[in-house]
């Protein structure tokens, strides 16, 4: 098990609490702390036993923080749980079995659901020109939540049993190491946000798919380390999704490439604003 934190300690904590009653004698837990508080993660890794922490001063992003994490063990499968998420259930034996029963799947996540329980958005379909308006995040798709565009996107909302989807959001993402190793692990010039989708696009175009296992949970309180630099956050959510744009976008989308960049950054700026009038 994969866990990369930057400063959410409390939520670590709680992560880290919910781990023990679903662990077999031979699973490994590694926690990559990020601009590491040494004492604050020390308590928050006695909530584990199993749990082994690697601190570092500085923080390169998530998905170089997965990687190193990655490298410290050779576990057959690799499950990547957010520091401000736990588990509900047994989420890491159920994800195995069908990844070990599915050796086409190269990614699987659990239903997901909020502090409230209620269900997240994160089983989606690779991002298009419909995900702006239907998009997890999007006006519309908090609004209107049953609009055809967010349904379009938005994949597995009432789903009881395993289903295809084209990705799984990286709070809470198992994949075979065989198949990590095989991409490279993911993409470190994701500083933050979007490395999930591209690892599963690669995954797609390399063979393999992606599957939605709503049989399991965790909760996922979100934003538990993004709050402490909100600003920063938001700039790399848009500086992400425009990367995965330019790399997964063919040479007509690449001609497009300028106007969805201004786009983007647009959009920024304007979430930016609305975050420093809230915080004011």
């Keep these: 098990m994969i866990i990369v934190g930057f400063r959410a300690y409390e939520a ?7 781990l023990p009653p679903f662990l077999q004698p031979d699973d490994e837990v590694i926690v990559v702390d990020h601009e590491s508080d040494a004492a604050a993660l020390n308590r928050a890794l006695a909530r584990c036993p199993r749990a082994v922490g690697i601190a570092r001063p500085d923080n390169p ?15 057959p499968f690799l499950l990547c749980l957010n520091p401000d998420a ?33 269900v ?13 308006f239907g998009g997890r995040s999007t006006w519309l798709t908090k609004r209107f939540p049953d609009n055809w565009f967010t349904a379009h996107n938005m994949l597995g909302r009432d789903a009881t049993q395993p289903v295809a989807v084209d ?37 797609a175009a390399a063979g393999f798919h992606s599957m939605y296992v709503p049989v399991v949970a965790v909760r ?7 709050v402490f630099v909100q600003d ?19 040479p007509a989308g690449r001609v497009l490439a300028p106007l969805v960049r201004g786009g ?13 009038k809230r915080n004011s």
């Design 167 to 203: 990705w799984v959001a990286g709070s809470c993402l198992m994949t075979p190491r065989e198949v990590f190793d095989r991409l490279g692990g993911f993409d470190e010039a994701f500083f933050l946000y979007w490395e999930d989708a591209d690892y599963c696009r690669r995954a």
């Design 120 to 132: 997240q958005l994160s089983a989606r379909r690779f991002p298009g020109f419909s995900t702006v």
């Design 86 to 118: 736990e588990l509900l259930g047994p989420v890491p034996r159920v994800l195995e079995e069908l990844l070990r029963g599915h050796p086409d799947v190269g990614a699987a996540g659990p239903r997901v659901l909020d502090s409230d329980g209620a």
């Design 12 to 18: 670590l904590e709680r992560c880290l609490s919910s």
């Design 61 to 75: 992003g998530f998905a170089a923080g997965v990687n190193l994490a990655a490298r410290q063990t050779r576990a």
């Design 232 to 250: 920063r956050a938001i700039r790399a959510f848009h500086e992400s999704a425009y990367r995965l744009y330019r790399k997964h976008s063919g």
């Design 220 to 226: 996922h309180a979100a934003a538990a380390s993004s």
């Design 264 to 276: 983007l950054s647009a959009r920024a700026w304007l979430h930016r604003r609305q975050a420093r």
